[in-house]
């Protein structure tokens, strides 16, 4: 079973950037796609990226699509999540999953608790 803790979220302003790290433990990772979703306050966890086990495939929503860059270093068990020209609308708690390389988060068995990203206007 893989444990996933994320870190790196806080409070920027319009047009900053954040990293974010989702480290893992247990399991291997590099069996697992990871991909990042997000979930602002009454609405719905979103996609937001995704890599493959194999890093060589990415996937990214459109809203987010040339701001954000996600990449993986397995000997590390890590996944980032770069995050640049954030926006207002980017504000959300972001969390990391495991899984199969999807956009849809019932593809994904293993989830971290999630760290807040707060973008200030």
């Known amino acids: 079973q893989v444990q996933l803790v994320e870190s790196g979220g806080g409070l920027v302003q319009t047009g900053g950037s954040r990293r974010l790290s989702c480290t893992a433990s247990?399991?291997?990772?590099?069996?697992?796609?990871i991909g990042w979703f997000r979930q602002a306050p009454g609405k719905e966890r979103q996609f937001v990226a995704a890599?493959?086990?194999?890093?060589?495939?990415?996937l990214y929503a459109d809203s987010v699509k040339g701001r954000f860059t996600i990449s993986r270093d397995n000997a590390k068990i890590t996944v980032y999540l770069l995050m640049n020209s954030l926006k207002p609308e980017d504000t959300a708690v972001y969390y990391c999953?495991?899984?199969?390389?999807?956009?849809?988060?019932?593809?994904?068995?293993?989830w971290g608790q999630g760290t807040q990203v707060t973008v200030s206007s």
């Open positions: 247990g399991g291997t990772f590099s069996n697992y796609a």
């Open positions: 999953a495991a899984g199969a390389y999807s956009v849809r988060t019932t593809f994904y068995d293993y």
């Open positions: 890599i493959s086990w194999s890093d060589t495939s990415t």
